[in-house]
């Protein structure tokens, strides 16, 4: 679970990790008094989704229009997410942007702690164009402390005064149990001081109960509905929408719809032992997502029953085509339920993707 910035702040300002004065807003109303920030200050909308700077969701002004920019924040969405809570910060003088993470590596099977001095950007961005500039330190997550040489060797030539913020980053991400604990920007000021600008912690969602979250908050009406059901949902951008079973056939179908040039709309498992009522569900919420104009139904049968998801498939009954691969249990009665009702079925995923890709729009 990703939490927002507001909360990340919270958790790096208890760790001691200096963070600018700020405060959460529902509403404009509660900006009448700003006199405490100065002249200038910071609105960050609270959004879980990456580039939010970009995106318009950060704006810097003067604290007399800072009602107005408000306004305009909370009438906008970021990426598709509504804005229901702005962060207003004091405006920094910044004189230098860093980059620190911890995160788990996969290949190292531990955390990694990542610096670099090019910071305020898409770290991506970085690890494409320039992948010398990050520093990274291979930790065992038994080391309750990062060594002091690995935080002198991460900061490098920076401000010695980063140092301590990271060593604590990385007690942050042992406590909290996360996956990520990322501060980018992490800024110098003219004055020399050191400030946490921005804060994305990801807590393992096995931790959540544990670590006393709420689950997730900030879902799509989509992505609310699916965690309703059960599935494992994730929104895409594309013109396909893709129902499977298990991760691995489900991440397989839209490969191989990259591979044939198209978008998938989602990643959608629909989990073990799919019966008619939950195949129905997910056919039904994927087609009501705008722009999805074909959909993939590509599922292995075992406990889940061929026939049973032709039904589902048949009840949903949705405007859009819909594309079946089947294999396994009850297979042929699927078969012959689908073609009675006008569906196509296929027995090779390769075959089932390209028929999609000869669609028309
Ligand atoms: P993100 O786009 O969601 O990562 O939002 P950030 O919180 O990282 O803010 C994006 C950019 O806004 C930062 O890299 C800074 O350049 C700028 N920014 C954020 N806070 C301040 C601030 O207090 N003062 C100044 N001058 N710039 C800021
Ligand atoms: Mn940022």
């Given at each position: 679970?990703?939490?927002?910035?507001?909360?990340?702040?919270?958790?790096?300002?208890?760790?001691?990790?200096?963070?600018?004065?700020?405060?959460?807003?529902?509403?404009?109303?509660?900006?009448?008094?700003?006199?405490?920030?100065?002249?200038?200050?910071?609105?960050?909308?609270?959004?879980?989704?990456?580039?939010?700077?970009?995106?318009?969701?950060?704006?810097?002004?003067?604290?007399?229009?800072?009602?107005?920019?408000?306004?305009?924040?909370?009438?906008?969405?970021?990426k598709g997410l509504a804005v229901s809570e702005l962060l207003v910060e004091e405006c920094l003088s910044i004189a230098h942007?860093?980059?620190?993470?911890?995160?788990?590596?996969?290949?190292?099977?531990?955390?990694?702690?990542?610096?670099?001095?090019?910071?305020?950007?898409?770290?991506?961005?970085?690890?494409?164009?320039?992948?010398?500039?990050?520093?990274?330190?291979?930790?065992?997550?038994?080391?309750?402390?990062?060594?002091?040489?690995?935080?002198?060797?991460?900061?490098?030539?920076?401000?010695?005064?980063?140092?301590?913020?990271?060593?604590?980053?990385?007690?942050?991400?042992?406590?909290?149990?996360?996956?990520?604990?990322?501060?980018?920007?992490?800024?110098?000021?003219?004055?020399?001081?050191?400030?946490?600008?921005?804060?994305?912690?990801?807590?393992?969602?096995?931790?959540?109960?544990?670590?006393?979250?709420?689950?997730?908050?900030?879902?799509?009406?989509?992505?609310?509905?699916?965690?309703?059901?059960?599935?494992?949902?994730?929104?895409?951008?594309?013109?396909?929408?893709?129902?499977?079973?298990?991760?691995?056939?489900?991440?397989?179908?839209?490969?191989?719809?990259?591979?044939?040039?198209?978008?998938?709309?989602?990643?959608?498992?629909?989990?073990?032992?799919?019966?008619?009522?939950?195949?129905?569900?997910?056919?039904?919420?994927?087609?009501?997502?705008?722009?999805?104009?074909?959909?993939?139904?590509?599922?292995?049968?075992?406990?889940?029953?061929?026939?049973?998801?032709?039904?589902?498939?048949?009840?949903?009954?949705?405007?859009?085509?819909?594309?079946?691969?089947?294999?396994?249990?009850?297979?042929?009665?699927?078969?012959?339920?689908?073609?009675?009702?006008?569906?196509?079925?296929?027995?090779?995923?390769?075959?089932?993707?390209?028929?999609?890709?000869?669609?028309?729009?």
């Amino acid at each position: 679970m990703k939490l927002r910035e507001h909360e990340g702040k919270r958790i790096f300002a208890d760790a001691g990790i200096p963070v600018p004065a700020g405060r959460v807003v529902q509403s404009v109303d509660e900006l009448d008094d700003l006199s405490s920030f100065g002249d200038r200050v910071v609105l960050k909308a609270q959004v879980d989704v990456g580039g939010r700077g970009k995106a318009g969701g950060v704006v810097i002004c003067g604290v007399d229009e800072a009602p107005a920019r408000a306004a305009e924040l909370f009438s906008k969405t970021i990426k598709g997410l509504a804005v229901s809570e702005l962060l207003v910060e004091e405006c920094l003088s910044i004189a230098h942007e860093y980059y620190c993470a911890v995160l788990i590596d996969r290949s190292t099977r531990q955390p990694v702690v990542l610096f670099t001095e090019a910071g305020g950007v898409e770290i991506e961005e970085t690890a494409r164009q320039d992948p010398d500039r990050i520093r990274r330190f291979d930790i065992s997550p038994l080391l309750t402390e990062l060594p002091a040489f690995a935080v002198r060797d991460l900061v490098g030539p920076a401000p010695k005064a980063l140092g301590p913020v990271v060593s604590a980053l990385y007690r942050v991400f042992l406590e909290k149990d996360a996956l990520l604990a990322e501060i980018n920007p992490l800024v110098v000021l003219d004055d020399g001081r050191v400030f946490a600008a921005d804060a994305k912690v990801i807590v393992d969602d096995n931790a959540i109960a544990r670590q006393g979250f709420r689950q997730n908050r900030d879902l799509t009406e989509r992505e609310a509905e699916a965690e309703r059901h059960g599935f494992s949902y994730v929104e895409l951008d594309g013109e396909i929408g893709v129902v499977g079973n298990g991760a691995g056939l489900t991440m397989a179908t839209l490969d191989l719809i990259e591979h044939y040039g198209l978008r998938a709309a989602n990643f959608l498992d629909v989990g073990g032992g799919a019966d008619r009522e939950r195949v129905a569900h997910a056919v039904r919420l994927l087609a009501g997502s705008p722009g999805v104009r074909v959909i993939i139904v590509n599922l292995l049968g075992g406990i889940t029953r061929c026939d049973e998801v032709a039904q589902g498939i048949i009840d949903a009954g949705v405007s859009q085509r819909v594309i079946v691969r089947m294999a396994g249990t009850n297979e042929a009665e699927g078969r012959a339920l689908l073609t009675e009702h006008g569906y196509e079925m296929y027995d090779s995923m390769d075959r089932a993707v390209g028929a999609a890709a000869e669609v028309k729009v």
